[in-house]
């Protein structure tokens, strides 16, 4: 089985409250945007399930990539999620070859990983005919990561608490384009937290994107921007030349380091991404 893992960007980031445990409480919206990884799954030859990757270098050992922490975790789950799936054999999942080839830049807040790992378990779960459903796969593989029960619907949702716990929204950007740029630098999570003073908004984020989004820029803001612009110019400067040129909003993902802007024009995406020939860009119109 082949699928294709989608990137997502966070439309507004507010960070509202430092919990006990010492992670945060958030309130964003993800939207799924069309860069892609390719992800193959098949039967495996061997004993052991293994991983190949190709593309861009990952730095990981395939312990530790979020693909292997997700089938993992399902195959730990697998009796207690499937039900009635158990009687037909599948206690454990079989061995698996799996072949990622990566596209989507790493540190970028773009979640490829999350992404990745989600929709290894999709597959496996259409492969396997285990029959989860969506929330019995995002249960399993969210504390795998925050970002990765988004990916199991991939479809518009506001995320609150740490990021897992997710509602419809009915935002539809269909019609407009999309530019996003990953310069050659990461803000690792911890640093970008460390700066970070956690606030209540005076606007609830899901009043603000009922309008249009060319007002978003007065009200729709990434909390992670006031304190990463500073230490990391080159990131609040790929901001700046999107507005310049012709976005009617931008902002960095997630806690960065890739910005996005959104145009109501092809032409002024591309135009956009030119200009930016030492990032790593992707134009494409928005669903």
Known sequence: ?????????????????????????????????????VLEIVPGRCRETTLTITGREVACPMEKNLIIKALRALDENISKAAGDTVAEGWRHLPPL???????????????????????????????????????QMAEIIAPVGADCPFFIYNRPMLATGTGTTLSPAELNLEGYYITIAKPDVSVPTREAYAGVTPRQPDTALERLLDADPASWSAGVKNDFEASIF????????????????????ASMS???????????????????????????TFTCAMQ
Not at 14 to 25: A, E, L, M, Q, T
């Open 1 to 37: 089985m082949v699928v294709f893992p989608n990137a997502k960007i966070n439309i507004g980031l507010d960070i509202v409250k430092r919990r006990s445990d010492g992670y945060h409480n958030i309130v964003t919206l993800f939207y799924p945007v069309g860069w892609c990884d």
């Open 97 to 135: 070859d799996i072949f990622l080839h990566k596209v989507i830049p790493d540190g970028a807040g773009l979640g490829g990983g999350s992404a990745d790992a989600a929709f290894a378990v999709r597959a496996v779960n259409e492969m396997l005919n285990l029959g989860l459903t969506e929330p």
């Open 230 to 249: 500073p230490s990391h110019p080159e990131i609040a400067a790929i901001k700046t030349l999107l507005m310049e040129h012709g976005a009617v909003y």
């Open 254 to 280: 997630g806690s960065g380091s890739a910005v996005y802007g959104i145009f109501t024009s092809d032409i002024l995406a591309e135009e956009a991404a030119a200009k930016l020939a030492d990032c790593q």
